[in-house]
């Protein structure tokens, strides 16, 4: 398969599974929830404001993150038990990833998790929101940042160092920027070994998406 028609298959799948497949997952577990213990209130216009408040706040990082992962890391986000389609090209430090690790992930959790629960006048919102917090970091330090680690060394333990996991913290983009862009030395190469560590390509130090390296560790090759 040629990249450009894995590129526009992992597009479709990508829209598919976060704005179809795993929303319904998260009424279908909010119902759920419900039905065991019934937590929901009396609906009122506050409550239908900050749902959508939730769900603008989350698509833009959501939104934002895809576009900035399709043009500037050349890649898509699809990626599955540390498995990628159409992983990343680029090692990018601008954007949405200066200011979350997991920018995507944070978009999806405030959209679908906390806005769903609210639009749904339900309280569980309060308690699958920080869980569903918990267990991504969870997945990602098991299927994702140990990749990234064999992968990019260094120069990924500096990034995850100085930049937060999920919640942005703005007021600390300037001073994220200077010590990752210090420490890695500007604009040079870093050398993206496969798992045996025998051979290494050139990756542009632009973009470290943690959700969306490739974490297979195979060669770059033609990516």
Request: charged fraction near 15%; charge should be positive.
């Amino acid at each position: 398969m040629t990249r450009p028609v894995r590129f526009i298959l992992s597009f479709v799948l990508t829209f598919i599974l976060f704005f179809l497949v795993l929303p319904s997952l998260v009424v279908l577990a909010y119902m759920g929830c419900d039905l065991f213990i019934d937590l929901r209130i009396i609906p009122t216009p506050w409550s239908y404001l900050t749902a959508a408040a939730a769900f603008i706040f989350g698509w833009w990082w959501m939104i934002w993150s895809n576009l900035h992962i399709f043009g500037r890391g050349q890649g898509t986000s699809l990626e599955v038990a540390g498995r990628v389609n159409n992983p990343t090209r680029h090692l990018v430090l601008t954007g949405p990833y200066v200011y979350s690790r997991n920018p995507m992930a944070f978009g999806f959790v405030v959209a679908y998790v906390l806005g769903l629960g609210l639009l749904l006048h339900t309280v569980w919102c309060l308690v699958l929101t920080p869980l569903s917090f918990l267990f991504l970091r969870l997945y990602l330090a098991y299927w994702e940042e140990k990749g990234l680690v064999r992968r990019f060394g260094e120069e990924y333990l500096d990034y995850r160092s100085s930049v937060p996991a999920f919640v942005p913290r703005p007021w600390r983009r300037l001073a994220a920027e200077e010590s990752v862009t210090s420490r890695l030395g500007g604009g040079a190469e870093v050398p993206a070994n496969d798992e045996t560590g025998a051979r290494s390509c050139g990756v542009r130090r632009h973009h470290l998406p943690v959700l969306h390296g490739d974490t297979d560790g195979g060669s770059c090759a033609g990516r």
